[in-house]
């Protein structure tokens, strides 16, 4: 919903944070099932509008891997970088909670690895580089440089 992220100017948060959980149209809309008509040019033009945000608060995508289902593409989840251009990038792994579990399988969540080898694959493409990761968690943390004083460091 593009139109509520444009009214953030007005009172802008610290930190505005977008789940993205496919590099395409297609994928989107097997892993989403939208309800929302045309939920896909929705999403483009919301990123498309981060550049700008990005001047009033920090800007986070999180790319939710799924084993089996969207670790394909590396550049295009890139181009989805390049468009938003995002002070952060969490790449982390799907977890098998919840009422996902009636959709997908354990084997869907990734391995810590296998995440950062594919985070990695994604920065080389967008030009961002891994800063941070946390095992235990499966996550990855891209950016395009790391800035000193950055208060969220995993250990």
């Known amino acids: 919903m593009p139109e509520k992220i444009e009214k953030l100017l007005e009172e802008p948060p610290t930190q505005l944070y977008i789940s993205v959980d496919a ?7 097997l892993i989403d099932r939208p309800i929302i008509k045309n939920a896909w040019q929705g999403l483009m033009k919301t990123l498309s509008l981060l550049p700008e945000l990005r001047q009033k608060m920090r800007t986070v995508l999180r790319f939710t891997l799924i084993k089996g289902m969207n670790m394909v593409n590396a550049g295009q989840w890139a181009e989805i970088i390049k468009l938003s251009k995002p002070m952060f990038v969490e790449v982390k792994a799907y977890m098998w909670v919840g009422m996902s579990r009636e959709r ?6 990734p391995l810590h690895e296998e995440v950062k080898s594919f985070a990695e694959e994604i920065a080389k493409y967008a030009d961002y580089k891994v800063i941070d990761e946390h095992e235990p968690s499966r996550v990855v943390l891209l950016m395009k440089e790391d800035f000193e004083g950055r208060v969220m460091k995993f250990d």
Request: zero cysteines.
């Open 104 to 109: 997908l399988e354990q084997s869907n969540m």
């Open 23 to 29: 590099p395409n149209e297609e994928l989107f809309n």
